[in-house]
């Protein structure tokens, strides 16, 4: 009688066959010709995919000039009273993901205003978008590098509106350098006072008059995370928003207001044809797993979980990457 095969053996043995099938396969995969990458759209419409018209815009950008049309409407999202008879600021709201947020914000039943620079069609179109939710919407020109302004546009809107419950904290500035020896000190200022005083200056007003169940939302990166050779200055001032995001989060607790950040990747804004080259805003985006970039309004909802009591009142401090696949 032979002699049984020990479990080692029998382990061994089976081993074997697992890597001879999985030599098969390998086999089988390199007779085949490799697909051609297909950029993911698992939303409620088809988005656009790289390549995109050649295109460069002067700062700060305009979105009534991008082809192809930034997608902000959202008209699958339904509303269902998030942020009933609040009230909104948010700072870049002209365009991009700050007009997306605006539209979603006065879905949910917000007020809101929205600062900018010298966009005068884009804020105007963003009052009409509000305006056609049946909320309110008001428009403050100016610099959120201005103290003084950001104070007077708070004292503003707390005087038309009555109160201020959310503010959104997401105007920047980000044009790239490929050599760090290059990077002035006109152009990294420009960067540190646009992206991280304007920030802290905006929280500064606001705070004095939200209650407790208010929310603060800020505009992170992706760079801010991982950072980008590209844009050295811009990933710093990202990464320091997460950090500020963390830290005002701990002291506003004992306030009721909680504090959090969204970290978006690729973006179809002005933002960044008004940054890159021509021949680079063509293929933006098609980097990330998903190939291509997101558009504003499958940004936008994340914000409304992020201000909305009702979603995230255990949430605070929180930095939520949406950045199309890993």
Avoid at 33 to 41: D, E, G, N, V
Avoid at 229 to 256: C, N, P, R, W
């Amino acid at each position: 009688m032979a002699a049984r095969s020990s479990p080692a053996a029998r382990t061994a043995e089976k081993q074997r066959d697992i890597q001879a099938e999985v030599a098969k396969a390998d086999a089988s995969e390199k007779t085949k010709k490799p697909a051609k990458p297909k950029a993911m759209q698992a939303g409620a419409r088809a988005y656009p995919v790289p390549p995109f018209p050649r295109q460069h815009q002067p700062k700060p950008g305009a979105e009534h000039r991008l082809d192809p049309a930034p997608f902000y409407e959202a008209p699958y999202y339904k509303g269902s009273g998030k942020l009933d008879g609040k009230v909104a600021l948010i700072t870049g709201g002209d365009s991009g993901i700050g007009r997306a947020v605006a539209v979603l914000f006065a879905r949910e039943g917000a007020d809101v205003a929205i600062l900018h620079l010298a966009e005068g069609k884009d804020a105007d179109d963003t009052v009409k978008a509000i305006e056609a939710e049946g909320r309110k919407a008001m428009t403050f020109p100016g610099d959120v590098k201005d103290r003084a302004f950001c104070r007077k546009a708070v004292a503003a809107v707390v005087e038309v509106f009555g109160r201020l419950d959310v503010l959104v904290n997401n105007a920047a500035f980000q044009v790239h350098s490929a050599d760090v020896l290059d990077l002035s000190e006109e152009h990294f200022d420009e960067t540190l006072k646009t992206n991280l005083y304007g920030y802290f200056f905006m929280a500064q007003a606001a705070v004095p008059h939200m209650k407790e169940g208010s929310a603060i939302v800020n505009t992170g990166s992706v760079t801010g995370i991982e950072g980008s050779k590209q844009l050295v200055d811009y990933s710093m001032t990202k990464g320091g928003i997460h950090a500020f995001t963390k830290a005002l989060s701990g002291q506003l607790i004992e306030k009721g207001i909680r504090v959090n950040a969204v970290a978006p990747g690729p973006v179809w804004t002005p933002l960044n044809p008004s940054d890159k080259q021509a021949e680079d805003v063509a293929t933006f985006g098609a980097d990330t797993p998903m190939k291509r970039p997101a558009q504003p309004e499958e940004i936008a909802p994340a914000y409304v979980f992020l201000a909305s009591p009702q979603c995230s009142s255990y949430i605070t401090g929180e930095v939520l990457p949406i950045v199309g696949g890993y």
